[in-house]
């Protein structure tokens, strides 16, 4: 069965227009609910604009403040757990496992022989979160 849609109605005074999508209330509650969210992403844009993005880093400066905080040793740690260092991935993870062992910390430097990309800016980012232990390697089970 088909529908068909019209556009006037047939009245007694002749075609007369169809009555509005929207009612006047709909239309008014539209505009309302419209104009809240507009009004919300640009309060939002604003901060971002005034304030700036949030600091990212924050947590990871304070932390490297803390005393409290969980060194890795890289003489023993995975390349997977030194990949978490910030600062570090999974390349430079794997360089320093690959040049084991280092008596300090400063072994890691690349100008001194050890690890490609690590220079003493790097080197001091990641001095809050590295320690050298004993240069003996764990045994693989």
Known sequence: MAVAVCRHVQ?????????PFLVRSD???LAVTASLALFVVGAALLGQLFYGPADPGADLR???QDESLYLVD???APWYELSLVPGLGGTF???IVAQRPYAALEDLLGERG???GIGRIRLEELRPFLT???ATLPEKP
């Open 11 to 19: 009245g007694r005074g002749g075609a007369q227009p169809a009555p």
């Open 27 to 29: 239309r008014l509650g």
């Open 62 to 64: 304070a932390a490297a």
């Open 74 to 76: 890289v003489n023993r």
């Open 93 to 95: 993870s794997r360089r």
């Open 114 to 116: 050890g690890v490609r």
């Open 132 to 134: 050298v232990g004993p």
